[in-house]
């Protein structure tokens, strides 16, 4: 993102790689996002959605073993 917005402001560059960089950024964030409200508790270091799906996966399997 550094190298779209320097090649913006520096050079007015705006060309197809800023679209690029500024959808991969959104879609980063909101992958950030989704995995904050599927997790139950905070969990430091989840590197995808899928590894938050398997902590929540888990994180259920032992609220209910510790209800029987």
């Known amino acids: 993102m550094a190298t779209a917005m320097c ?15 500024l959808a991969w950024g959104i879609l980063c964030n909101l992958q950030g996002l989704a995995m ?14 899928f590894h938050a799906a398997r902590i929540r996966r888990q994180d259920v399997g032992m609220r209910l073993s510790d209800v029987s």
Do not use: E
């Open 36 to 49: 904050s409200l599927m997790l139950p508790k905070w969990h430091k270091d989840v590197p995808t959605l």
């Open 7 to 21: 090649a913006l402001l520096g050079f007015g560059l705006d060309n197809w790689f800023l679209d690029l960089t």
